[in-house]
Nanobody, 130 residues
Framework: QVQLVESGGGLVQPGGSLRLSCVAS????????IGWFRQVPGKEREGVSC????????YSADSVKGRFTISRDQAKNTVYLQMDSLKPEDTAVYYC???????????????????????WGRGTQVTVSS
């Protein structure tokens, strides 16, 4: 079955850390740019961090720069999002997506292309609260 599955979400206190995983099955992430997105009820889905398949180039939203790190493990067909110094405003459902065509910055910034992404996961909840 071709799918993306996120894991690693949970409840964490402000200032804490979590590492999210996005595992692909049925296809190789080597051929795709991968992005992490987040969404809270009533708001548009926001691009968080994206990574390119050709050179590992990355793009991150200003709101998470210096706190979140995206990386990939090609052997495990997995992309990670290391989230440090978490804040209550980071609370959201986090999704990963894979796309063959959109470049890294386009993937993270341009909302109109997201309906065309090749694959989306179902999401994992992250809650930052004391």
């Amino acid at each position: 079955q071709v799918q993306l599955v996120e894991s690693g979400g949970g409840l964490v206190q402000p200032g804490g850390s979590l590492r999210l995983s996005c595992v692909a099955s049925g296809f190789s992430l080597d051929d795709y740019n991968i992005g992490w997105f987040r969404q809270v009820p009533g708001k548009e889905r926001e691009g968080v961090s994206c990574i390119g398949f050709t050179d590992g180039s990355t793009y991150s939203a200003d709101s998470v720069k210096g706190r979140f790190t995206i990386s990939r493990d090609q052997a495990k067909n997995t992309v990670y999002l290391q989230m440090d110094s978490l804040k209550p405003e980071d609370t959201a459902v986090y999704y990963c997506a894979a796309d063959w065509e959109a470049n890294v910055k386009t993937m993270c910034v341009i909302t109109s292309v997201r309906d065309q992404f090749d694959y989306w996961g179902r999401g994992t909840q992250v809650t930052v609260s004391s």
